[in-house]
């Protein structure tokens, strides 16, 4: 199996939108009212960062930091395909390097993560973000745990 991450593009998220886990859809849905498309894509176009993971050359899930309006809040986010439980270990590994990079140029990231969605938010939590217990969130008030990092000071 051949891997590599490299900036995501539009045409990433239109070739991985009709492959996304089915709890990735229903939180875009639950949160916003968005199709997996319209909210892969719109992900894509207002991050200030955002990757690709590719397996064997297709999109196996994409990720990236969109700016909030309140000035030094990062908004991460993840979507992905059902391989990414195949790329389970991959995913570990360049998790800390790219919260890191997400973290350039922002002293807070914070996001919200549908409950139902336990794989995700046990991922979340070995990363190192703090979950909050859930609340109702989103135009449907499903409940959504929102999760945040605080950047470590720099140390002289």
Known sequence: MTTAIRPATLSDGADMW????????AELYA???????????????SSKKSWVFLGNDRPIFIFGVTPSMTKGI?????????????????????????IAQMMDGFTLLCNRVDARN?????WLRWSGFQIEPPQPHGWMKMPFHRFSMRKEPEHV
């Not at 990062?74 to 790219?98: E, H, Q, S």
């Not at 336990?118 to 046990?122: D, I």
């Open 118 to 122: 336990v794989k995700s938010v046990r």
């Open 31 to 45: 949160s916003g009212g968005f199709d997996g498309r319209s909210g892969l894509l719109l992900s894509i176009a």
């Open 74 to 98: 990062g908004v991460p986010w993840m979507l992905g395909t059902d391989d990414v439980d195949v790329y389970r270990r991959d995913l570990l590994a360049i998790t800390k390097p790219y």
């Open 18 to 25: 009709p492959h996304m886990r089915q709890c990735d859809l």
